[in-house]
């Protein structure tokens, strides 16, 4: 291979939107050679082996016993006591999970005996949608791939986990957990929250359902496209990283409350200028991507 000297066995337990997305990918690129399916729900390993995302579907332990890596693709609040409990089971596996929030995990095994077979990894990339239905290849693509503490895991685990992000490609991002928390926040949480408000607000005040449907352009359609996210995952999200959210929703609040504030008082030469200000993201997220880290050579 490209990136490194072998295929992995890959275990991905969790096959929803971004464990059979990253199975896809994994095998589709050469990383995995073999893929293992583990989910609570038989039905989504069915549907993933009918789809030939997953070559096999086995219980987790049976699972990890087989595998060179292991990723953890389930909702953050299962991840938080499910880390530790395939750790106690790994020797010589690398471990790597997908949640959104970090800082609980690797406090969670912060004193774990295998904690350097575990690395802390967050890929930023979605869709509103879930489920195995809604797997799909190239969802990852020159996205960022967050690793967090990499102090703490062991050196050929991290160079996987660089391997892995060459093999799709992503961009490898470091971070300290709790770093990571804040800025997820900022740059993913928040928009979620502001997706929900505004399609509560909308279904509140527009009874008509078919003028929504008629008069909704690309605009309304894209800032509550987060709305159809699932609750399932979005829950344990916000209830994990509650403090950093509500910091950043105080602040949110209160940008709102200000342009309520100049409405009120039809001050729109201020209303100009802030917009002016806000548009000043686009110096930000215009900037030219840095180009790809070369990974470390696995042994």
Known sequence: MKHMERSQVVSVVGLGLIGGSM?????????????????KQRESEEKALRRCIIDEALPLEEAVAQSDVVLLATPVDVLVNLLPQVLDIVDRQVVLDMGSTKFPLVRAVATHRRRGRYVAAHPMAGTEFSGIEAAQPHLFDHKAMVLCDLEKSDQDAVALAYALCASIPMQPVKLEAEAHDLHAAYVSHISHISS??????????????????????GGF??????????????VPIFRQNRDFVLDVLDEHINQLARFRSLLIKKDFDTFYRLIEEANDIKRILDKPKMPMAVPQKLT
């Open 196 to 217: 929900f408000a505004l399609a509560l607000t909308v279904l509140a005040k527009e009874k008509d359902e078919q003028r929504i449907f008629e008069l909704a352009s």
């Open 23 to 39: 199975a896809i990918t994994l095998k589709e690129n050469g990383f995995a050679h073999h893929v293992i399916g583990v989910d």
């Open 221 to 234: 359609s894209s800032t509550v496209r987060l709305a159809k996210s699932s609750p399932d995952m979005w």
